[in-house]
């Protein structure tokens, strides 16, 4: 279940970052004049992470977390952000919502109901497929 990290460091009085965890994935939301204005859902903690983008300007981005551990013999690079044009959005919004219980119900819903105006739910496909993102 989804927890808040209350002690992050907030950049401006206009615009409040916030921090939610657990074990399979982290939220992170910016606020603009408390409206969200974008989230990042990292999801996959533990295994192949991914993260999906969403701002109110631009829409949907999908990314993959190369964690930069595939260097035998060498150091750990630090992770980057690859992109990723495929994303389980059914399941994902099902994993989220599971996960939200916690949050405020108005922010939960308007972070399910974000992934669930993404092109691949539209589509109307099965949970099996791989959707392509915006």
């Given amino acids: 279940m ?11 009085s206009e615009q409040q970052r916030h921090w939610f965890t657990d074990a ?3 939220l992170f939301i910016l606020f603009c004049d408390q409206i969200p204005a974008e989230f ?12 999906i983008s969403w701002k109110r300007d631009t829409g949907f981005s999908h990314h ?3 964690d930069g551990e595939n ?3 060498r150091y750990k690079m630090a992770p980057i952000m690859l992109d990723q044009t495929e994303v389980g ?8 919502l599971a996960a939200s219980e916690a949050l405020d119900t108005a922010l939960a819903y308007f972070i399910y ?15 099996q497929d791989n959707l392509s993102t915006n």
């Fill in 2 to 12: 989804l927890r808040e990290i209350t002690a992050i460091r907030q950049n401006s």
């Fill in 24 to 26: 399979e994935m982290d």
């Fill in 40 to 51: 990042q859902l990292s999801y996959g903690k533990g295994g192949i992470e991914r993260s």
């Fill in 64 to 66: 993959c977390v190369d």
């Fill in 71 to 73: 260097r035998p013999g």
């Fill in 89 to 96: 959005i059914r399941q994902l919004a099902r994993d989220f």
């Fill in 113 to 127: 109901a974000r992934l669930l105006e993404h092109s691949g739910f539209r589509q109307g496909r099965s949970d």
